[in-house]
């Protein structure tokens, strides 16, 4: 082939929501994007013979297993992508990265902080021989957050005094919704804090820049007891009442302070009623300010307080210009992008990455900064909000 | 003359950006309202003989005296309204009250809990004898505030789980902003906690109906050293240095509990780069959402979880109907009210309380119980951060 | 007494919706600004004594008339303040300043062309002695429509290439809303085109600087008979049916192109379902854009394209800073202004242009050049929306 | 095979805008949807052998030719998707239909009402013999415009007594940016009238359901000199000046009625400084109103005049439910979709219909009808503005 660039096979674990966006982004990110290397979609791994049958041909995967560890010894596959639940993530990332296979692994990194360090040291191990590890925090890769990033990095809002952090959704709202895994502590490791308040960890330290040094937080699981769903085996419902424990919070808020000196607010729920994915994040500083929604995914508000009084305003920056992150490779100016385009974006900077035998962040250390964070929130929580310092 | 209304004259003690908008407030509310009582503007107090008298000219008063004392003797006083700074409310107050003058006192109710806790018994004894006391928290009174309320008592939105509330400002990012009375701690109190903090404490607890049964809080002054302005007489300038020390808070932060048993956070700040006077204010239930932003202050987003999903969303209710609060009075639909009709429907509801001998709300009761709020979010920033339990 | 300002006495005529609005702003404008004038309400005309009696008291006119002629030889009226319905305009406006009254006239100038051109004609021969006139555009005096003015007249948005405006209003979608005067075009002379549309026309020649030179334009009148409402006296319903022709139109669109080459596009209605008053404006130049609607007044969007297109987009200017127009009178940053401030900000600027011997503006030949565009509007509806041209 | 769905083998001509989004969807349909044929993406067809080349590499096309005619008589081409220039569209579809090839043809139908004529008769016969034919207007496949329709359809908003639709862009504020085959009459039959006018009178017809009865319309080129970009060979600059003319509009307006008696606005314009691509349509009924703008695709705004004055407003839904049109088949509530998306919708109601035999929508009947009106504007622009009766 010469100069055809050289492969990149994929072989995915797990096939449903994230597995879905997952494949999405394998798919279209040479379509749209110049990639340094041939990505494959070779296999995909799942419990179900049938389902994952289906889910192959359905997701455009070439082949499909019910054994994900025959994943580590197939030659064609150079990259695993775990898409399943949080209490696999240590066992599966572990061993495709021993066994030599960079991994892409969905957030959040593990459910428990012990998991995600021994998780860390691996992918630390792996790096040593040119393995390398990622996980998916993919809100970072919507352009308007890259832009956010951007500006503060540049210096645009000065010194950071202040974060606004949420994650609002409101699906738990009705007492009548049924319980699932994600509502089980065993299989979840967290409820809200650990599913969603984890994204707007990640993007509050990866916009700023600096790292959370202690927080004070409070968590509550509102409606304690749901109906089991027949279909949902294996969660437990109390002997004949019908319905099961919720084990997992509902609603986490914590304070923190950031390394800079600046203070934070972070909220995670899914009692939000009329909320349905509403990240918000905004960030003043000493010379200005950035603000982000994601029901307005395209948008970065800009604040410069450099500019004269009587003309300066939240600039309403609609980010898809050429020279915004990502969005040259896409549509014309004002045709904007959805969700599943941070997916796709992840995947792009992975190759890029990969190819270039770099570090591609979040790394897995990345992660379990992350989690210590939720760690900590949790202790603070169990110990009267007393403030835990982390580092 | 027999059926016209009794007289309501009105003493005012201060007469800077209070007493401008109490001024507006007694000379408009007559105009727009049918009133039980005929308001007297009669006289205003002030420190300085020249500059009390330009401002009785100024704002419409009959008289002007530098001894605030003397309204509690005159016949034609029927009310005092105190419109000072915080370390002096107390001492007027009660003063007033104890010579048989009804009391409007503007918020924070005082510096200290101890002072509250006088003034609320002195204003439980007034009572005794139709004597009745207020305390200004106008932003109750912006229509789409009363609105929230009503649709929260009503049950619209259903149990609160949710409430998010912040007050943002930003004219202390310049470092260079100079000293004021407001950033000494022995004049102000304290900084942003009370001088703003206070009003969203206040907004969150009437618009729920509920009350603050603990919190958990951070404070944090960014900028330590002020240069002292030459016209600041009074405060203490280093010596040599030009420079003096701020002695309040920048920012306040904290969590709380709410009496129903739902969560809410909190931030007051005057850092918020770009903000200019952000009051936003969510309630979050079982049932739907009220949410409020001072920004656009003639709107309220109300979302109703009993809608069929496919049309539900955040109604956008532009609040100026004739069936709203208030607002029949003024202009037609769409013809939105400003900051300064606060004040006015401020008078307007304490005439009608006075002339019907009813105790008017926010009492001083109200009061103490914010300042208790706010002395816990103090407490527990000094402690760590750690649950501090109110009642 | 040596220094202090001359007075200006005010006579005002009619006392509904305008006059409530002018009181207002006749009563509040000297207690925020310093006007080189000193206003004295003095008197206020209507057709009913017991009514003009109760509104003198209610607003707060030291006297009151049934006859309106008897202001014209008080030597305490200095100023003739015509808030009556646009059939009268000429007659009133015309004798006020032959009798050497100023006179400030509601808007629309006139209900015809003819007699708007007797009325600038009448302002024309009075200028000649310093007697002056102003018609009461009043949404001129926002200050976001204001500070759009200033950034177009320096040069910030550069050559216009598009208007775009529209006062929505919906107060007569229901086909059971009775007929009013209002609907009457002997009363009213139009119906949405003068009401509603001649207050966009105004604000678009304003804020661009330039003036109309064509239009085409439609008409319409959606609900052709509408009840008559027993107190509606005068208006005359069909014998038997209970009902009255509407002769007015409830909508009105019309192209225009401006005296600089742009292109402009305007829509007045009633029929607007949802929107109360809603008066937009948005104006795009060869450099940047300007944009207001007044559902949200205190702010004006404005877009530099001069800015690097990575963090270009229209900033939300809160429009309350002390550099903005009329705000620094009022109070700190981002405590808005509502409707009425409009009127005191009119109060204002024709004080200080009386005091000076200049011409305030609008003049009545502004306003005859509104009424002719209307009038080109009308008769270009007539005639199939062929274009009449203007000048 | 046996229960296999049958294939339908698609052919491109044309690869670059359009030709990227048409193929981004052919790739993704089946991978959301469960489509009811299994598409083939056979070849695409363009002018250039080493171009077409690679675009079939990069956009996933099995075969590339130079020929658009060979796939006329190729076994495995079932459709033909034609995304050339306007100027080329009547040949190639009505070729392709007359091979008994499906067409699916991108807007505006064609260049000239006697080519669309042309093309509908073509799609006619064609149609006689089960061979079908669509136009492409994408935006129609929205989630918030088929809710939209939806609720129109459902008399959620009553009589239509108003529309108002813009389409602004602003790509060619600069005079320096060059010529390019959009602005020359020849290639491109008209300009934003044709270009991006064409999709909000599509718009506005399919949301209300109705048809444009008459317009009146203005046109203008404000840039008539542009210089000619050294790769624009073709284009023909002015002998010794290097700029060559503007011969279509940069804007167009016009006003209309429609078949049910309400009044339209439209504006189609490439200088309105600071809009990117914002496509606002709002429709007012007689008893609610709709409205929406694609820099916020995810978002339509329904406001129900039936609710109580109190509590009625504008409802803000975000178009992401299982129960709203398409997006139950992407992600959950909340996370949103892009512009490409409404491509795929494209693709997905296209297939449904022809493995249903049904006459898909818009057809190249309602095309002709577009391309009609904007004949219409032309001519009254044409005509000093005068009404041009359509029908």
């Not at 494959?40 to 082949?63: C, F």
């Not at 021989?129 to 998916?136: K, T």
């Not at 390394?259 to 003043?284: C, H, P």
Request: negative net charge; contains cysteine; aromatic residues 8%.
């Amino acid at each position: 082939m010469g100069d055809a660039p050289a492969r990149l096979g994929v072989g995915m674990v797990g096939y449903s929501f994230m597995g879905a966006a997952h494949s999405q982004a394998w798919r279209t990110a040479p379509r749209f994007f110049d990639l340094p290397l041939q990505v494959r979609m070779q296999v995909v791994a799942g419990r179900s013979q049938a389902a994952v049958r289906a889910a192959a041909d359905k997701l455009g995967w070439d082949d499909a297993t019910t054994d994900w560890r025959s994943l580590l010894t197939r030659d064609d596959v150079d990259l695993v992508d775990v898409c399943t639940p949080g209490s696999t993530h240590a066992e599966i990332a572990i061993a495709a990265l021993e066994a030599g296979k960079h991994v892409l692994c969905e957030k959040p990194l593990a459910n428990t902080v012990a998991e995600a360090e021994e998780m860390a040291a691996a992918a630390a191990r792996a790096a040593e021989h040119g393995v390398l590890a990622m996980v998916g925090f993919t809100y970072r890769r919507v352009p308007a957050i890259q832009l956010a990033r951007r500006l503060v990095a540049d210096g645009r809002i000065g010194e950071v005094r202040h974060v606004r952090a949420q994650y609002l959704q409101d699906w738990l709202t009705d007492p009548a919704s049924p319980l699932s895994w994600r509502l089980d502590k065993n299989l979840a490791g967290s409820g809200a804090l650990g599913d969603i308040g984890a994204h707007v960890v990640d993007l509050a330290q990866f916009v700023t820049g600096e790292s959370l040094v202690g927080v004070s937080g409070i968590m509550e699981t509102f409606v304690r007891e749901r109906p089991v769903a027949e279909s949902s085996s294996g969660l437990s419902a109390q002997a004949g009442s019908g319905t099961g424990p919720v084990t997992v919070d509902d609603a986490a808020l914590f304070l923190g302070r950031l390394s800079g000196g600046g203070l934070a607010s972070f909220e995670a729920t899914r009692f939000a009623t009329g909320r349905k994915n509403a990240i918000r994040l905004e960030i003043n500083g000493s010379k200005g300010s950035v603000a982000f929604d994601f029901e307005d995914m395209n948008v970065l508000h800009f604040y410069d307080d450099t500019e004269e009084s009587a003309t300066a305003g939240f600039r309403r920056i609609v980010v898809t210009e050429p020279d915004h992150p990502y969005t040259g490779a896409w549509w014309p100016p004002g045709h904007g992008l959805g969700y599943e385009h941070g997916f796709t974006h992840q995947v792009v900077d992975l190759v890029e990455d990969l190819a270039a035998g770099r570090q591609p962040t979040p790394s897995f250390a990345d992660g379990l900064a992350v989690q210590r964070v939720l760690d900590a929130v949790e202790r603070s929580s169990e110990q009267g909000s007393g403030w835990v310092a982390l580092v």
